[in-house]
């Protein structure tokens, strides 16, 4: 059977908003297909959170057409519209004389869910999220940390399992390890796997944890798509080349893997400290385990050596 490429999930095309003589977002095309994580990153008021609600018409363009499953979205009503589409809004957003619990199930409930299901659903969600239903769904969103809420504007996005995601720096507002253990959760969560995700952050680190690929805007335009690894070693242009600059090395260490280097390591004498490892590990990790032995492994030489060929090699 010939390849059928898969019908894009969500087809974005030459998207402006103009506020005032700004162009704001200014011909911005891309197209995810089923399970792909999008990751709108770029400097602060470049555009991302104005692309994003364009998704869902909390913003109408002024050109440009966005699809969902080959449906223009303006044909749809966007109340409609929104309760298919699970939606994270950066000041989390939740209802301050509603539990957590009645947060978490406002979607359902506007879609009939049968309140048995409704109420499994909620304990499930909460549970993984870390929020011990007993303890939390009754209380208010004030009696809450900044951490806990951001986790129920997720429970509550997923909470009627819509097949399309949109997270607006989900994680924002919170310290670096506070954020990094949700951005875990988040990563390994069941509930997402499968979903078409659309997230925005400023986080360059963040961008590459969670991203299929990545969306790089300033100033409203596209300035590259393409996967962390595009962007990182074939940089489309200086801006490109800039904005990851700061975090050059360490996104190198952890984009390239062992797979990478392998051809770059000498074969005599073999280097057994490497042979436990798998060759999709990348070579930060690596790299941290052979230095935590004591003493240090002797093959960090051979793989800092490696890992220099190998960048040479996937930037050429
Ligand atoms: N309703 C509005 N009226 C006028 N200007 C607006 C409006 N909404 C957004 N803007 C402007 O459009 C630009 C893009 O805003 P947007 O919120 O999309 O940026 P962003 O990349 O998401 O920024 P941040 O990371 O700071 O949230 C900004 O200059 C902003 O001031």
Same mark, same amino acid.
């Given at each position: #059977?010939? &390849?059928?490429?898969?019908? %894009?999930?969500?087809?974005?095309?030459?998207? +402006?908003?103009?506020?005032?003589?700004?162009?704001?977002? &200014? &011909?911005?095309?891309?197209?995810?297909?089923?399970?792909?994580?999008?990751?709108?990153?770029?400097?602060?008021?470049?555009?991302?959170?104005?692309?994003?609600? #364009?998704?869902?018409?909390?913003?109408?363009?002024?050109?440009?057409?966005?699809?969902?499953?080959?449906?223009?979205?303006?044909?749809?009503?966007?109340?409609?519209?929104?309760?298919?589409?699970?939606?994270?809004?950066?000041?989390?957003?939740?209802?301050?004389?509603?539990?957590?619990?009645?947060?978490?199930?406002?979607?359902?409930?506007?879609?009939?869910?049968?309140?048995?299901?409704?109420?499994?659903?909620?304990?499930? @969600?909460?549970?993984?999220?870390?929020? %011990?239903?007993?303890?939390?769904?009754?209380?208010?969103?004030?009696?809450?940390?900044?951490?806990?809420?951001?986790? *129920?504007?997720?429970?509550?996005?997923?909470?009627?399992?819509?097949?399309?995601?949109?997270?607006?720096? %989900?994680?924002?507002?919170?310290?670096?390890?506070?954020?990094?253990?949700?951005?875990?959760? =988040?990563?390994?969560?069941?509930?997402?796997?499968?979903? +078409?995700?659309?997230?925005?952050?400023?986080?360059?680190?963040?961008?590459?944890?969670?991203? &299929?690929?990545?969306?790089? @805007?300033?100033?409203?335009?596209?300035?590259?798509?393409?996967?962390?690894?595009?962007?990182?070693?074939?940089?489309?242009?200086?801006? *490109?080349?800039?904005?990851?600059?700061?975090?050059?090395?360490?996104?190198?260490?952890?984009?390239?893997?062992?797979?990478?280097?392998?051809?770059?390591?000498?074969?005599?004498?073999?280097?057994?400290?490497?042979?436990? =490892?798998?060759?999709?590990?990348?070579?930060? +990790?690596?790299?941290?385990?052979?230095?935590?032995?004591?003493?240090?492994?002797?093959?960090?030489? %051979? @793989?800092?050596?490696?890992?220099?060929?190998?960048?040479?090699?996937?930037?050429?």
């Amino acid at each position: #059977m010939p &390849d059928t490429p898969a019908l %894009p999930v969500i087809r974005a095309r030459g998207l +402006t908003k103009r506020y005032g003589p700004q162009r704001v977002v &200014d &011909d911005v095309s891309f197209e995810l297909t089923a399970g792909e994580t999008l990751v709108l990153l770029g400097p602060s008021g470049c555009g991302k959170t104005t692309v994003l609600k #364009m998704l869902n018409r909390l913003v109408e363009p002024d050109a440009g057409t966005v699809e969902i499953n080959g449906q223009d979205v303006r044909r749809q009503r966007p109340e409609e519209l929104r309760r298919g589409l699970g939606y994270v809004i950066q000041q989390v957003g939740l209802l301050p004389h509603y539990s957590v619990a009645d947060n978490v199930a406002v979607v359902p409930r506007l879609l009939g869910h049968a309140p048995a299901a409704i109420e499994a659903r909620t304990h499930e @969600l909460l549970t993984r999220l870390h929020l %011990p239903p007993d303890e939390y769904a009754g209380r208010l969103p004030h009696e809450l940390s900044g951490g806990q809420q951001q986790r *129920v504007g997720l429970a509550r996005a997923l909470a009627a399992d819509p097949p399309i995601v949109l997270l607006d720096e %989900p994680f924002g507002a919170l310290d670096p390890v506070v954020r990094a253990g949700i951005r875990r959760d =988040f990563r390994e969560l069941p509930e997402l796997r499968g979903k +078409t995700v659309v997230l925005v952050t400023h986080d360059v680190a963040e961008a590459f944890e969670l991203a &299929d690929r990545i969306l790089l @805007l300033d100033a409203g335009r596209v300035q590259q798509l393409g996967t962390p690894r595009e962007l990182l070693l074939k940089p489309a242009n200086d801006f *490109v080349r800039r904005f990851f600059a700061a975090e050059r090395l360490a996104l190198q260490l952890r984009t390239l893997t062992l797979a990478d280097v392998q051809p770059f390591l000498p074969t005599a004498p073999p280097l057994p400290a490497l042979a436990r =490892f798998h060759l999709d590990t990348p070579v930060q +990790t690596a790299l941290e385990q052979l230095t935590a032995a004591d003493p240090v492994a002797a093959a960090v030489g %051979p @793989l800092m050596h490696a890992f220099h060929h190998a960048l040479q090699a996937a930037s050429a």
